[in-house]
Nanobody, 121 residues
Framework: QVQLVESGGGLVQAGGSLTLSCAAS????????MGWYRQAPGKSRELAAD???????RYANSAKGRFTISRDNAKNTVTLQMNSLKPEDTAVYYC???????????????WGQGTQVTVSS
């Protein structure tokens, strides 16, 4: 079993900052892409940012220049620093990771339980 344990989130005023952290634990052999998706009310879940072990990153267009993702490959953790937050960043943020749990198996997609980020105007 693999667990993605999230921390961070909360309520912040527009222009403020928040940091989200996620740690993968359990039967983790290796982690490929790891990052954050978000889902606003009435909208589909979308990528906020993710990173592969080599350091390559992807960001939502709306997050570029404001969000910074980082990870510790040895600890299987990922952090999303969110600056200059806007009300439209309000969403439930989900940690996501592609995890391999055995030498004979492939990578499987895992999700955290989600953490609420609310940005007030």
């Amino acid at each position: 079993q693999v667990q993605l344990v999230e921390s961070g989130g909360g309520l912040v005023q527009a222009g403020g900052s928040l940091t989200l952290s996620c740690a993968a634990s359990g039967s983790v052999l290796s982690v490929d892409a790891m990052g954050w998706y978000r889902q606003a009310p009435g909208k589909s879940r979308e990528l906020a940012a993710d990173m592969i072990p080599s350091g390559n990153t992807r960001y939502a267009n709306s997050a570029k220049g404001r969000f910074t993702i980082s990870r510790d490959n040895a600890k299987n953790t990922v952090t999303l620093q969110m600056n200059s937050l806007k009300p439209e960043d309000t969403a439930v943020y989900y940690c996501n990771a592609l995890v391999r749990t055995s030498y004979t198996g492939g990578y499987f997609n895992y999700w955290g339980q989600g953490t609420q980020v609310t940005v007030s105007s």
